[in-house]
């Protein structure tokens, strides 16, 4: 069975992210703004109640910050107005393995499954200084696709509305 999910994201941004910029490049808060995570796969039925799963998602986070740094040096004082940007792009691919104790229209599953996180990152920014040396300059500072594994387990309801009752689904190689 073919399907296609459309979700929020949760937990997309991190709280110690948050404190290490502030911290560590001077910014204000970063407010991402995260897109719905449009997703899909296929399922094959194992064995009664079992299923193997094969998904995977894609969603963006995005946010940018605006603020301004003074240094003073013996020279004088250095006025930095910056400009940050960040883009993320999230894929998760998975490969699960589904247990449905109860085989009825609405279906309550468990599932635990591995794969990848494909990520992309990329921070930018745009620095404008009254000294004409100064150190900070803007620009592309990371910019690259990662691969990280991944675990995901679930808890869940399918709501099969468009399928008769129980019982049409059982055995192997049937959708």
């Known amino acids: 069975m073919a399907y296609v999910t459309l979700g929020g994201v949760f937990g997309a941004s991190s709280a110690n992210f948050q404190e290490d910029y502030q911290a560590i490049i001077g910014g204000n808060s970063l407010d991402f703004r995260d897109s719905p995570s449009l997703g899909g796969g296929l399922k094959f039925w194992l064995e009664d109640h079992y299923r193997l799963s094969v998904a995977a998602d894609v ?41 449905i104790p109860v085989e009825q229209q609405f279906k309550t599953y468990a599932s635990i499954g591995a794969g990848v996180l494909v990520s992309r990152v990329n921070w930018t920014e745009k620095v404008n200084s009254n000294r004409a040396s100064d150190p900070r300059v803007g620009g592309v500072h990371y910019d690259a696709t990662d691969l ?28």
Do not use: C, Q
Request: charged residues 25%; glycine residues 10%; neutral net charge.
């Open 59 to 99: 969603f963006d986070s995005k946010s940018s910050d605006a603020y301004t740094e003074f240094d003073s040096l013996s020279i004088g004082t250095v006025t930095r107005a910056i400009y940050s940007e960040f883009n993320i792009s999230s894929i998760p691919v998975v490969v699960s393995l589904d247990y």
């Open 148 to 175: 990280f594994p991944l675990v995901r387990g679930a808890l869940g309801v399918e709501l099969d509305f468009d399928k008769s009752g129980a019982g049409k689904r059982r055995g192997k190689g049937k959708a």
